[in-house]
């Protein structure tokens, strides 16, 4: 390998990698289009990075003429033949899908890793992914806008890095990497539609970055009658949190405001500083904190309600509280040295207690969000990335307690569990052993934003008002999410987003938790019970069915869609993966200009790695099985991003003996004629 060179890939036309592959062969890689050599080589130097572990591949490069060099690999440093991330390379190359290439590698955190395994663990590409929305009032420039939010990228570290394909997942950071930034203009999208079908679309982690942008309407000679324009972030939670993305848009103002571009290199500390914290704690006192909490004595635990049984059911339910009542619920904790969190933690628990038909003195558990910015780790506070996570909570429900020494005991649990928000859920099960998960709901609570007053008047002097950034919801790990938060003017709103729950049930606690925040205000005192807040719901249905619900059934996915049918029997196949972004529409346009007799099929998006790339690869070389010809094989093509994809199906074509190809296109500035040639070109080559 030769030395590090972090060299920016030419993007002045179009890159082809046309990886050919066979059982009992090492694969070689033919390259075409403009790429200098010591770009191949600052790559492969790239890739040696990323697997730290691994043994030393040797890769022999031919130049045989401008435009097209050959790579040919042999085994590792003992001789054994190993598998080169062919796709890796692939995506790196052609540019777009990756970004650039990467400058450091490291560890992910125990709360990044569980986190990544969940969303892995499920076939729902949603899964862990939150959205955050705003409105924008009067002109916005569609270019600076892009603009302030690349000038964001390039400065937040994280913005920058994603997670890697190995065993144990750590993070990688790349230099460079352009968020995807979507604008549409006003009245070409219904605004729920929009954000529903952005959530469903998913944000891959194993791709820089982790942070979409959606624009709906802008521009600089909007009338003053016009509706204001909408902003979507949508963004995946092993990387950044809900705090995370209340400083990333206070930075994008501020570039905004500078005409786009931020002044300064990037901002310290980040996630780096942070794991390198982590990796430094103790862990002796927070396992004696949760092992020695973890009891719950003479009295009997109220089971967990739901069961995430892998179901593909899901959904979303909101309800708000008017000012006034939000004022009087705050007021009401504070006299009782509680918070506004303390009370819905309060009532949540007496919803809990009720629904699992609890009699006497029982523990109810659930799980909270700790922001992980309580820590003694110097500028947490201003640090974006994923340090929110679950902390398990367990308070004893006593109908003959009072409502105080409820909240009282919630309070006492929060301050003493904010030393140790570093530490992640995974971590206590292991510690506490517990042979079932202890709590199967999630309290969230998102504290009022922050009065932007420099930037706000800023901005108004341009004729701009914003609103704070909104929470939309998120599936989590647990079949029930309770997010709260305050909306524009003050009000309390809650958010339940749910998988294997009947949205009756839903319905109902929603209703119930309403009715206790609006009602124990005006008439709950200080020696006011638990038993006697209960009674309050007295009458009202217990619809919570105790005990797991019943999944639906797994949705097994589109069948793959036929772009162009063979121009001769003899033809083969071609398997194209859909880019996340590119529109089908895209896709009949190149198969229209395709030039060979092969069949074109549209395979649906990939995930870059874990078990959901696993799955996907198999069922799309599924697909294209009955359709290879005999002693031949399938060619699979992508656009940058997805060769890990293409090289992953074309590995288990070869595996069935045949001798595939795994094509991957850079896209950057190329049409769907250019693309289509180029195609047709790669595949072409073989026969």
């Known amino acids: 390998m030769t030395n590090s060179r972090f060299v ?17 062969s090492l694969p070689v890689v033919e390259l075409h289009g403009q790429i200098k050599t010591t770009c191949i080589e600052a790559t492969l130097d ?59 590698r490291l560890a992910a955190t125990p709360l990044q890793r ?27 420039d569609t270019a600076r806008f892009t603009a302030a939010w690349r000038s964001v990228c390039a400065h937040e570290s994280v913005l920058r890095t994603a997670f890697d394909d190995q065993a144990e997942p750590g ?47 802008g521009g600089t000679a909007s009338p003053a009658s016009a509706p204001p324009s909408r902003v979507l972030l949508t963004y995946h939670h092993a990387l950044l949190d809900s705090w995370s993305i209340r400083l990333l848009v206070r930075t994008f103002y501020r570039a905004y405001l500078a005409g786009g571009e931020l002044p300064g290199g990037e901002r310290r500390p980040d996630m780096t500083d942070y794991t390198a914290w982590l990796a430094a704690q103790d862990t002796a006192a927070a396992r004696d904190f949760f092992t020695s909490e973890d009891t719950t004595g003479d009295s009997v635990a109220v089971p967990p309600l739901f069961t995430d049984t892998g179901g593909r059911a899901e959904g979303r339910s909101r309800i708000r509280l008017t000012e006034e009542e939000t004022a009087r619920i705050a007021d009401w904790a504070a006299v009782r040295g509680g918070s506004e969190f303390t009370a819905l933690q309060a009532v949540w628990a007496l919803l809990l207690y009720r629904a699992g038909r609890a009699e006497g003195p029982s523990h109810v558990r659930f799980a909270t969000t700790a922001a992980g910015r309580s820590i003694l780790f110097e500028g947490v506070e201003r640090t974006p990335g994923a340090l929110a996570g679950p902390l398990p909570q367990s308070v004893l429900v006593d109908p003959d307690a009072t409502m105080t020494q409820l909240i009282a005991r919630l309070r006492d649990r929060c301050l003493d569990q904010a030393a140790y928000e570093w530490v992640s859920a995974g971590q206590i099960h292991s510690w506490t052993r517990h042979p079932h998960p202890i709590a199967d709901t999630l309290l969230t609570f998102e504290p009022p934003p922050r009065t932007l007053t420099g930037l706000n008047a800023e901005l108004a002097a341009s004729g701009i008002e914003v609103e704070p950034p909104q929470t939309l919801g998120v599936r989590t790990a647990f079949p029930l999410t309770l997010i709260a938060h305050h909306d524009g003017g003050g009000r309390l709103v809650l958010t339940a987003s749910y998988g294997q729950v009947r949205p009756s049930e839903i319905t109902e606690l929603l209703a119930h938790a309403v009715l206790l925040l609006r009602e124990l205000p005006r008439g709950a005192g200080q020696h006011t019970t638990v038993g006697e807040a209960l009674g309050l719901l007295s009458g009202m249905g217990v619809g919570t069915a105790a005990g797991p619900v019943q999944a639906e059934p797994q949705d097994t996915g589109a069948p793959p869609s036929v772009l162009r049918h063979r121009a001769r029997a003899d033809a083969g196949t071609v398997g194209l993966v859909q880019a996340p972004g590119i529109s089908r529409a895209f896709y009949d346009q190149l198969a229209r200009a395709y030039q060979g007799p092969e069949e074109l099929l549209l395979l649906g998006p990939a995930p870059a790695g874990g078990r959901q790339a696993e799955v996907a690869a198999r069922a799309m070389y599924g697909a294209l099985g009955s359709r290879v010809r005999s002693g031949g094989g399938p060619a699979v093509a992508g656009f940058s991003g997805d060769g890990v994809a293409a090289c992953a199906i074309a590995r288990l074509a070869a595996a069935d003996g045949h001798r595939p190809l795994a094509v991957v296109l850079d896209a950057t500035g190329a049409g769907p004629e250019d693309l289509a040639r180029v195609l047709a070109s790669a595949v072409g080559r073989r026969h």
Do not use: N
């Open 46 to 104: 790239s890739i040696a990075i990323r697997y730290p572990q691994a043994p030393a591949w040797r890769a022999h490069l031919e130049s045989r003429k401008p435009g097209h060099h050959t790579l040919r690999f042999t085994g590792g440093a003992d001789g054994a033949q190993t598998e080169f991330p062919l796709g890796i390379l692939a995506d790196l190359l052609t540019g777009g899908g990756r970004g650039s290439l990467m400058t450091r």
């Open 8 to 24: 920016r890939l030419p993007q002045g036309e179009p890159i082809t990698v046309v990886v050919e592959l066979g059982r009992g």
């Open 171 to 217: 993070l990688v950071v790349h230099d460079q990497a352009d968020p995807e930034v979507v604008r549409l203009p006003h009245g070409s999208a219904e605004w729920h539609s929009l954000a529903e079908a952005d959530r469903r679309r998913g944000i891959d982690p194993r791709r820089p970055t982790p942070l979409r942008i959606t624009l709906l309407g």
């Open 114 to 140: 569980e986190l990544l395994a969940d969303a892995d663990a499920h076939p729902d590409p949603a899964r862990q992914v939150e959205q955050a929305a705003w409105d924008w009032h009067g002109p916005l």
